[in-house]
């Protein structure tokens, strides 16, 4: 299969910590098209450290990275979101537009602290929930309170909160530990999808092929459409006005 949606990425360049310049940029497009990938959604961090930048400035970005998406491919789409480091004031600055949501839609990928308690994870998820965002846990595979307890999974599952997982992980670039909790939330069907977290292009890089060839492989290619592309592409639906 050739199309998998990269939901997760910091390709946008000198906006956080990932693409250094528009050089960078171009290589990490490059890497994603020969990986089989076709659409991205760019989330760059917010984040009181590792970015902050404007909804202008983003939105100025992406042109360029559409811009050289095109040159590549007409084909090669490119969206806009945020990787959203959960505090007291994202849901006031989301609802007021200075925090942007995938696409424009009410999905919001938000991130936590890896030893953040599970307790406090579900209590932001709610918030988030209660003002009508549907949530997406970043690389959920990260939080020692929820990999250590399963529980927390299928109490954030029946909340409705949808699992990321990064696709290094799938494969192992983890650790075993990690790999083997990822396996047992796509066996359960636990997972929404899947992203890159691409940082850079000569280390975190925009890969995808094996992990979804061992997705294939291990589950099908019906499940592996699933989380690789169906369920992100919920996301690139146009808002009805």
Same mark, same amino acid.
């Given at each position: 299969?050739?199309?998998?949606? +990269?939901?997760? =990425?910091?390709?946008?360049?000198?906006?956080?910590?990932?693409?250094?310049?528009?050089?960078?940029?171009?290589?990490?497009?490059?890497?994603? %098209?020969?990986?089989?990938? $076709? /659409? #991205?959604?760019?989330?760059?961090?917010?984040?009181?450290?590792?970015?902050?930048? !404007?909804?202008?400035?983003?939105?100025?970005?992406?042109?360029?990275?559409?811009?050289?998406?095109?040159?590549?491919?007409? $084909?090669?789409?490119?969206?806009?979101?945020?990787?959203?480091?959960? *505090? &007291?004031?994202?849901?006031e600055?989301?609802? =007021?537009? $200075?925090?942007?949501?995938?696409?424009?839609?009410?999905?919001?990928l938000?991130?936590? =602290?890896? !030893? +953040?308690?599970?307790? %406090? #994870? /579900? &209590? =932001?998820?709610?918030?988030?929930?209660v003002? *009508?965002?549907?949530?997406?846990?970043?690389?959920?595979?990260?939080?020692? !309170?929820?990999? !250590?307890?399963?529980?927390? @999974?299928?109490?954030?599952?029946?909340?409705?909160?949808?699992?990321?997982?990064?696709?290094?992980?799938? @494969? *192992?670039?983890?650790?075993?530990?990690?790999?083997?909790f990822?396996?047992?939330?796509?066996?359960?069907?636990?997972?929404? /999808?899947?992203?890159?977290?691409?940082?850079?292009s000569?280390s975190?890089?925009?890969?995808?092929?094996?992990a979804?060839?061992?997705?294939?492989?291990?589950?099908?290619?019906?499940?592996?459409? &699933?989380?690789?592309f169906?369920?992100?592409?919920?996301?690139?639906?146009?808002?009805?006005?």
């Amino acid at each position: 299969m050739e199309g998998y949606i +990269d939901m997760h =990425s910091h390709i946008l360049p000198g906006v956080d910590d990932g693409a250094r310049d528009v050089d960078e940029m171009r290589e990490m497009l490059r890497i994603a %098209y020969e990986e089989g990938i $076709r /659409c #991205i959604i760019a989330t760059p961090h917010y984040h009181p450290r590792r970015g902050h930048a !404007s909804p202008g400035k983003l939105k100025e970005q992406t042109i360029l990275l559409r811009r050289e998406a095109h040159a590549i491919d007409e $084909r090669f789409r490119i969206y806009l979101g945020t990787e959203i480091y959960f *505090g &007291q004031e994202v849901v006031e600055k989301i609802r =007021s537009g $200075r925090i942007l949501t995938m696409n424009g839609r009410n999905y919001v990928l938000v991130e936590f =602290s890896p !030893s +953040d308690p599970s307790d %406090y #994870i /579900c &209590q =932001s998820v709610q918030k988030l929930q209660v003002n *009508g965002y549907e949530v997406i846990v970043a690389h959920v595979e990260r939080y020692a !309170s929820l990999v !250590s307890d399963m529980e927390q @999974i299928y109490r954030l599952h029946e909340m409705g909160v949808h699992l990321q997982v990064n696709a290094g992980s799938i @494969i *192992g670039e983890n650790g075993w530990k990690t790999k083997k909790f990822i396996k047992k939330l796509m066996k359960e069907d636990m997972l929404f /999808c899947v992203g890159t977290d691409a940082h850079r292009s000569d280390s975190r890089q925009p890969r995808m092929r094996e992990a979804a060839e061992y997705v294939e492989k291990k589950f099908g290619g019906e499940y592996m459409r &699933q989380i690789f592309f169906s369920n992100a592409k919920k996301m690139l639906r146009k808002v009805d006005r």
